[in-house]
């Protein structure tokens, strides 16, 4: 795995604060609203201002170039925009028992998915690894079971399921948003 993927699933991974914000200090939706909002509105200023700006494009390619692909240094949408959009639509559309475990399968599953993905490219569905996705729903299994206290397990479950499969099909849709909701919608039907 290249340095580049390596700080982008950290990147990944780190956001499982705003899950665990949301579940641990800031159980009020309005108020997880209000700052992922705010930097959903700042990431996306700062990519309409990447496109229209010399100057802007010259310190954003600066700082974060190291870790873009290359549709992203062309001027699509950064994976991190569309987290925060993805975190942000979850904590909107869903109450905080299915949000917080959707967040999780998409910070923890997701980016493990990619990690091990990377190295073990035998078994692969398109370019996503079976194993690797496999690792994703077992990690994202793990780590939502430890933090849950409502669903059953068997919701936490097939949470993870359908977190992973929405990763490993050629959807049209970025996966950091269609990994929270897809997953979270499923919480809701099961529960």
Known sequence: MNSKEFYRKLLHISSCSIALSYLWFFKDRSIMLIIVGTLTIMSIVIELLRKKSNYIQKIFERYFNFMLRKNEIKGSFTGA???????????????????????????????????????????????????????????????????????????????????????????????????????????????
Do not use: Q
């Open 81 to 191: 925009t569309w987290l925060l959009l993805g975190n942000f639509l979850t904590i909107f559309i869903f109450p905080i028992f299915v949000a917080v475990p959707a967040l999780l399968y998409l910070s923890i599953g997701d980016a493990i998915a990619a990690l091990v993905g990377k190295n073990f490219r035998r078994f692969t569905i398109g370019r996503k690894s079976l194993i690797g996705s496999f690792f994703g729903f077992l990690c994202g299994l793990i780590f939502v079971s430890l933090v849950n206290k409502v669903l059953p397990f068997y919701v936490v479950m097939f949470g993870s399921i359908v977190a992973m499969i929405t990763e490993i099909l050629p959807i049209a849709i970025d996966d950091n948003l269609s990994i929270p909701l897809l997953s979270g919608l499923t919480i809701m039907i099961l529960t």
